[in-house]
């Protein structure tokens, strides 16, 4: 089955044959020798279109941020930004794990903790769940804190949004043969059957994921090669919920190491040391 382009649902449950995963529109494999060379070019790129969106005179840049190795990776390198200014930047978060901030799973927390330190983003600029509520109502919570943030009723539109993969090719909290792939309805989402714990979280849902204008992958290690290759090549396997982000308007990057592309047989970008995108 294939869809549309034209609106912010029209990827959702879309199915994709081998060639058109292989060409996909505006979609870049950028592959660096080591995570410790992808990191400042991820930093550059999110200076990049920070400074490209507020220069042409948006009141603010939204970006959504991931957990994982996301954490680590941006808490080193963003702070190492020259005159980097995040004051106009609002940030929020593609999911997060239902536990109190100080909880070692709290995505909010681990970036409070590691980043938000390092950089000048005004705290009331940064949208964290409320942890206190139960999760339908947590998800309710921070769909509307998103739209008034983002100032829309509709579909919120991010910036850039980080994303990282799972090695059974999850995305946010949106895990394979899982219902909440096919919402359409709903922005932000509870989910209380996690697959991976802790069970409770929120996620945005992929009409919002595939709204933003910059949707970035970070996947590094050998540990992904071979659900890499499935998503973004294809087969005859079950389509990956990875595999469904492919922005309507906007654009799609991936950025690995060596050992996540080692099995890629697609024609991708592998620039030099110190390389911008």
Known sequence: MRTSRGDNTAHVGAVFT???QETMPGRRVVVFVSAAELGPALAHLIASRAEKALSSGAASFSLGLSGGSLVSILS????????LDCSRWLVGFCDERL???DDPESTYGLYKNQLFTKLNIPEERVLAIDPSLPVQQCAEDYARKLSKALDTQQTPVFDMLLLGMGPDGHTCSLFP???????KQKTVAPISDSPK???QRVTLTLPVVNAAHCVV???TGGSKATVLKALLEGGDSPVLPAALVAPTHGELFWLVDEPAAASLKLDVERPGPGAKL
């Open 99 to 101: 536990v109190p901030f």
């Open 18 to 20: 081998k060639a058109e």
């Open 76 to 83: 080193k390198e963003l702070p190492a930004v020259p005159n």
């Open 177 to 183: 043969d899982h219902p909440l792939l096919q919402e």
């Open 197 to 199: 714990p802790p069970p």
């Open 217 to 219: 992958f970070v996947s």
